[in-house]
Nanobody, 120 residues
Framework: QVQLVESGGGLVQPGGSLRLSCDAS????????MGWHRQAPGKQRELVAT???????NYVDSVKGRFTISRDNAKNTAYLQMNNLKPEDTAVYYC??????????????WGQGTQVTVSS
């Protein structure tokens, strides 16, 4: 099986920074897209940022210029650098990835989520 494990969440003051990490492990053959979504209480889960296997990125408008997604393909790891955080960024952040396992079956996987709280 394949698992995604997030780390790096926590409490930060407005204007501060955090870096989230997502480590993929298990029976991985290859990874296509990796990305981050978030969900605030009472709101729909929304896409935050994605990066394709070829390096193409996509961001929701509200985080453009503040968040940066990156990948270390050799480590099967994705990162989300979050700068100039705002209270409205408070949410549970989920890593996701489209992965072919060693059975050569494509699936979309999700991490358990990590809480990011922006508050003074």
């Amino acid at each position: 099986q394949v698992q995604l494990v997030e780390s790096g969440g926590g409490l930060v003051q407005p204007g501060g920074s955090l870096r989230l990490s997502c480590d993929a492990s298990g029976s991985i053959f290859s990874i296509n897209l990796m990305g981050w979504h978030r969900q605030a209480p009472g709101k729909q889960r929304e896409l935050v940022a994605t990066m394709s296997g070829g390096g193409t990125t996509n961001y929701v408008d509200s985080v453009k210029g503040r968040f940066t997604i990156s990948r270390d393909n050799a480590k099967n790891t994705a990162y989300l650098q979050m700068n100039n955080l705002k209270p409205e960024d408070t949410a549970v952040y989920y890593c996701n990835a489209v992965i072919m396992d060693r059975r050569r079956v494509w699936s979309t996987y999700w991490g358990q989520g990590t809480q990011v709280t922006v508050s003074s």
